[in-house]
């Protein structure tokens, strides 16, 4: 009884602090999606600056985690490209907050699987096959469905944000080409500490032409360093909050919980922020959550088969093994007596 008690005690500990860490992502999320600013290159540059000097700091000072041994031509073949996407992404998505409502984008947001799996198609990281595209096609057209439906639609800010969505698609597709293929790991730390200071460089550039000219000129600018810093701290913390979710519960589980994160974001935008939202607009998006929802699982079935084939592989191969050694033995154990 009381071994059967401390089971249930463990197997309640684990879903408690299952729930923990998605309740911690999700509220990082929206600390950091919520903070509205017209200059969405000068908050991505401080959010990037603060997160390459903890980063720094964690790595050099304190030692958390080891750094990657990396060459500097792997460092620009490799690291480059996708900080250029990733600086790119987050510019766009963070000048898209400022056209759209927060439910549209997180509508918009659900785009995703179909743009990584159709630039895997593309770049021959994944195989084209009919049921995964028709999948993808639904989910387009529930966005589309819930575009027609929305209030405060702006072209621009549309295209601001499927931008982001293709930019974060190719370096996401592009970390498996360049990065994992060649046997590199970077968990969110030491991506931090080797992408931030290139996201920083491709951002200045755009910085001095279109935001840096506004600003000076804007004597009412007042540099809040408990509220940036607040900010910049919680986006640090929610690249650590991905890696603590995925190590401690499993990548599954992040994305049925980005799902949960996307319900409850255009819930607290209608009810608190007082955005608009259509019932065309939840029609069409619960359509494109089904969509998701059956790509996750069948990514889930495709795991759970390869994995499958991987233990029968091992156990076949383990037989043989132990099949080879018997015929060995007994190969040696004739001759011991036609010697004898």
Same mark, same amino acid.
């Given at each position: 009884?009381?071994k059967?008690?401390?089971l249930?005690?463990?197997?309640?500990?684990?879903?408690?602090?299952?729930?923990?860490?998605?309740?911690?992502?999700?509220?990082?999320? !929206?600390?950091?999606?919520?903070? &509205?600013?017209?200059?969405p290159?000068? #908050? /991505?540059?401080i959010?990037?600056?603060?997160?390459?000097?903890?980063?720094?700091? #964690?790595?050099?000072?304190?030692?958390?985690?080891?750094?990657?041994?990396?060459?500097?031509?792997?460092?620009?073949?490799?690291?480059?490209?996708?900080?250029?996407?990733?600086?790119?992404?987050?510019?766009?998505?963070?000048?898209?907050?400022?056209?759209?409502?927060?439910? !549209?984008?997180q509508?918009?947001?659900?785009?995703?699987?179909?743009?990584?799996?159709?630039?895997?198609?593309?770049l021959?990281?994944?195989?084209?096959? /009919?049921?995964t595209?028709?999948?993808?096609l639904?989910?387009?057209v529930?966005?589309?469905?819930?575009?027609y439906? *929305?209030?405060?639609?702006?072209?621009?800010?549309?295209?601001?944000?499927?931008?982001?969505v293709?930019?974060?698609?190719?370096?996401l597709?592009?970390?498996?080409?360049?990065?994992?293929?060649k046997?590199?790991t970077? @968990?969110?730390?030491?991506?931090l500490?080797y992408?931030a200071?290139?996201?920083?460089?491709?951002?200045?550039?755009?910085?001095?032409?279109? *935001?840096?000219?506004?600003?000076?000129?804007?004597?009412?600018?007042?540099?809040? !360093?408990?509220?940036?810093?607040? @900010?910049?701290?919680c986006?640090?913390?929610?690249?650590?909050?991905?890696? #603590? +979710?995925?190590g401690?519960?499993?990548?599954?589980?992040? &994305?049925v919980?980005?799902?949960?994160?996307?319900?409850?974001?255009?819930?607290?935008?209608w009810?608190?922020?007082?955005? /608009?939202v259509?019932?065309?607009?939840?029609?069409?998006?619960?359509?494109? !959550?089904?969509g998701?929802?059956y790509?996750?699982?069948?990514?889930?079935?495709a +795991?759970?088969?390869?994995?499958?084939?991987?233990?029968t592989?091992?156990?076949?191969? *383990?037989e043989?093994?132990?099949?080879?050694?018997?015929?060995?033995?007994?190969?040696?154990?004739?001759r011991?007596e036609?010697?004898?």
């Amino acid at each position: 009884m009381g071994k059967g008690g401390s089971l249930s005690d463990s197997v309640l500990k684990k879903i408690l602090l299952s729930y923990t860490y998605v309740a911690i992502w999700i509220f990082l999320s !929206f600390t950091v999606i919520m903070y &509205n600013w017209p200059y969405p290159i000068s #908050l /991505t540059m401080i959010h990037m600056s603060f997160c390459a000097s903890l980063a720094f700091v #964690l790595i050099k000072v304190f030692k958390v985690v080891e750094p990657v041994s990396m060459s500097r031509e792997m460092y620009i073949s490799s690291v480059v490209p996708i900080g250029a996407l990733y600086s790119l992404s987050l510019w766009l998505s963070n000048s898209a907050y400022i056209y759209l409502s927060v439910s !549209f984008i997180q509508m918009l947001k659900a785009l995703m699987p179909v743009a990584v799996y159709s630039i895997g198609v593309a770049l021959k990281r994944e195989s084209f096959k /009919t049921d995964t595209m028709a999948n993808m096609l639904s989910i387009s057209v529930g966005v589309a469905i819930a575009a027609y439906g *929305e209030a405060r639609f702006d072209v621009w800010g549309v295209m601001l944000q499927l931008g982001a969505v293709a930019f974060e698609a190719t370096r996401l597709v592009l970390i498996q080409i360049l990065l994992t293929s060649k046997g590199i790991t970077l @968990n969110p730390i030491t991506s931090l500490y080797y992408v931030a200071p290139c996201c920083l460089v491709f951002l200045f550039i755009p910085w001095i032409f279109v *935001e840096y000219p506004v600003l000076r000129e804007t004597s009412s600018f007042h540099f809040d !360093f408990v509220v940036f810093g607040t @900010n910049s701290f919680c986006a640090f913390a929610l690249n650590l909050a991905v890696f #603590l +979710l995925v190590g401690k519960t499993s990548a599954l589980t992040m &994305n049925v919980a980005g799902v949960v994160k996307d319900w409850l974001l255009i819930a607290f935008s209608w009810s608190v922020i007082k955005d /608009t939202v259509t019932p065309i607009n939840l029609v069409g998006y619960g359509l494109a !959550f089904l969509g998701v929802a059956y790509y996750n699982h069948a990514k889930l079935q495709a +795991l759970k088969a390869k994995e499958a084939q991987k233990k029968t592989q091992q156990a076949d191969d *383990e037989e043989q093994g132990r099949l080879l050694e018997e015929r060995e033995s007994e190969g040696n154990g004739k001759r011991s007596e036609s010697q004898n």
